[in-house]
């Protein structure tokens, strides 16, 4: 099974947002699509337990067989302090989140994939991963960057196999994740500014639209790319470098 019409897709962090998004995308062009979050209305898993994710790829290959397309769209922000101020659960569990539950999922799912010879993961990764270093909000830039290094391994090993893996920056999304920012940031006062007056940004431009990450999931799925930071068309910021030649998609 080469495509997405007919194909098993797990989309993680799929109750809301842009994972959301990207799991109606896959639907409507035919693919059984296994939406997973942490709420019970979707198929609950906590991504950064193994056991979850073993008992995940367990039920998806006994119902619906081996996926070929999986996206990982579950994220966090984290703790939105100075580093020094970080709560380390928190912090930890923005890590677990972003980076460990990827892999997770990946590890799980990986072996399908080959053993059809062709196979698309995607990971939703982020520009905050590509900026400059601040004094806030180091969990969810860490975690981010790790992603990025995770997939590009993972990419390496699958050249040539016919499954590929990248990642996307999804654009700047007015999504419940932005609200949480934007109302995180208000106690920050001047330490704040600068994630506060991108929150103010998003909301008088009304952001990316969500439907253009998907549109990109999509295009991903469709082509042999591998192992690159992939960009929205058209995205209100600019693509800054990350690593290799510039891609859109």
Not at 8 to 32: E, F, H, N, Q, Y
């Amino acid at each position: 099974m080469n495509g997405i019409e007919g194909a098993v897709a797990v989309v993680t962090g799929a109750s809301r947002g842009v994972g959301k998004d990207i799991a109606l995308a896959l639907a409507a062009r035919g693919a059984r699509v296994i939406r997973v979050a942490r709420t019970a209305e979707r198929f609950a898993v906590d991504v950064r337990d193994s056991k979850d994710v073993t008992e995940l790829a367990k039920y998806v290959e006994g119902e619906f067989g081996s996926p070929t397309i999986l996206v990982n769209a579950a994220g966090t922000f984290g703790p939105v302090e100075r580093f020094r101020d970080t709560d380390p659960e928190a912090w930890v569990e923005t890590v677990m989140v972003n980076a460990i539950g990827p892999y997770l999922t990946c590890r799980a799912f990986v072996g399908g994939m080959l053993e059809a010879g062709w196979g698309r993961i995607v990971n939703v990764s982020s520009a905050a991963s590509l900026h400059p270093p601040a004094a806030t909000a180091s969990a969810y830039g860490t975690a981010k960057a790790a992603l990025n290094h995770l997939t590009r391994h993972l990419a390496a090993d699958l050249e040539g196999t016919g499954v590929t893996a990248n990642v996307i920056h999804p654009g700047d999304v007015k999504t419940e994740m932005w609200a949480e920012i934007r109302d995180e940031v208000e106690r920050l006062g001047e330490l704040g500014s600068p994630l506060a007056q991108w929150a103010a940004w998003v909301d008088e431009t009304g952001g990316d639209p969500p439907e253009k990450a998907a549109e990109l999931v999509v295009r991903i799925i469709e082509s042999d790319v591998n192992g690159q930071f992939l960009w929205i068309e058209e995205p209100l910021r600019a693509p800054i470098p990350s690593w290799g030649e510039a891609y859109n998609g």
